[in-house]
Every structure is written in C-alpha cells, then in structure tokens.
Nanobody, 122 residues
C-alpha cells in the first residue's frame, strides 16, 4: 500500500501564509495525480488543487491566485503553498494520491493522508 505523511498545518493570522507538504511511500507504485482536498466543519470534503503526472494543475476557483500546487516527482512529494489566507480557508486539509500499485497485479487506487488542521484566525 501507499502511505501519505502530511506536514505544515497550523494556526495563522488572516493574510498569512502556510505551506503543506505530503510525502508518499510504500511498496512498488507509480503516482498519477497528487492533490489536496479540505473539509471544514459541517461541510463536505472539497477539492483544493490537483497536479497530474505531467504537471498540469487544477485549482479550485476560491483559492486561485492565492494557492499554488507543485510536486517533486523524484521525491514523491506534493506541496501546497497557501498565501493570503482567509478565515474561510480554515479546514482539515487532506493529501490525495492516485497511484498504480503492484500487488498481485497492477491496480489503480486512491490514497488519503490523515489530514492536517489549518486554522486562520486573528
């Protein structure tokens, strides 16, 4: 299986910045998409940003121009740079990976991190 370890969450004032990182590790796998979702209290989990294996990105409209996503293919790492944070960005942020993993056969699976809390408050 693929394990995801996230880091970088915390408490920040409005207008501040944070950078989230997620590292994937495990058995024999090939990563396709990597990304970040978030879930605020009482709301459904929503896509924040995703980056494909060839570097194409999709960023949710409410964070465009403030958040950016990048990946280091060699290190199986995805990062989310969050600038100009707003209280509405407060949520648990989850790392997401879609990967082909070698079990008995090659199988495509989705994997999730444990989540990291981001709180934007003065």
């Amino acid at each position: 299986q693929v394990q995801l370890v996230e880091s970088g969450g915390g408490l920040v004032q409005p207008g501040g910045s944070l950078r989230l990182s997620c590292v994937a590790s495990g058995g024999l796998f090939i990563i396709n998409d990597m990304g970040w979702y978030r879930q605020a209290p009482g709301k459904q989990r929503e896509l924040v940003a995703v980056i494909t294996s060839d570097g194409n990105t999709n960023v949710e409209d409410s964070v465009k121009g403030r958040f950016s996503i990048s990946r280091d293919v060699a290190k199986n790492t995805v990062r989310l740079q969050m600038n100009d944070l707003e209280p509405e960005d407060t949520a648990v942020y989850y790392c997401y990976v879609n990967a082909d993993i070698r079990l008995a056969l090659w199988t495509k699976n989705d994997y999730w991190g444990q989540g990291t809390q981001v709180t934007v408050s003065s």
